[in-house]
């Protein structure tokens, strides 16, 4: 399975989403592919921001080494599921998807929900790395089945 992680810049919300759910697939040693990108391109080769990095490690996961990147519309194909972190992503997604099998791999990662983009709020960087661990266990669950 290929997992792809989406929000705006790729250093905040989507690096822990994908540094979260690597860890899980890891622990469960799972052979999985799990990514992030960014539908902007401002970040791109950048790491994320330094307080997603540090909010993952005080939970214990490393997410230093990603690097930003911007999505390219070969993802659409390389992978299973890709993941919006809101709305306005999974808007963006959805008009780059040229095929119906494109558009049904793309949905918001919460299901109904979005993430809040904790860029402009440190306090929300706890929150969102709450809200992005409980649904990385809930993704797990439904997929392994």
């Known amino acids: 399975m290929k997992?792809?992680?989406?929000?705006?810049?790729?250093?905040?919300?989507?690096?822990?989403?994908?540094g979260v759910l690597q860890h899980f697939v890891n622990e469960r040693g799972l052979d999985w592919v799990v990514d992030s990108a960014g539908t902007g391109g401002w970040h791109v080769d950048n790491p994320p921001d330094h307080r997603a990095i540090a909010i993952a490690k005080r939970h214990g996961i490393d997410i230093s080494?990603?690097?930003?990147?911007?999505?390219?519309?070969?993802?659409?194909?390389?992978?299973d599921y890709i993941l919006a972190m809101d709305r306005n992503n999974l808007k963006s997604l959805l008009a780059q998807a040229k095929t119906s099998e494109q558009r049904a791999r793309i949905q918001l990662f919460m299901g109904d929900r979005e993430v809040p983009d904790p860029y402009y709020d440190n306090r929300l960087f706890e929150v969102v790395f709450?809200?992005?661990?409980?649904r990385c266990r809930e993704l797990l669950?439904?997929?392994?089945?």
């Open 141 to 145: 669950r439904m997929w392994e089945k």
């Open 130 to 134: 709450q809200m992005v661990e409980e």
């Open 65 to 79: 080494k990603q690097r930003a990147k911007q999505l390219h519309n070969r993802h659409l194909d390389e992978f």
């Open 3 to 18: 997992i792809l992680v989406v929000c705006l810049g790729n250093i905040c919300r989507s690096p822990l989403a994908h």
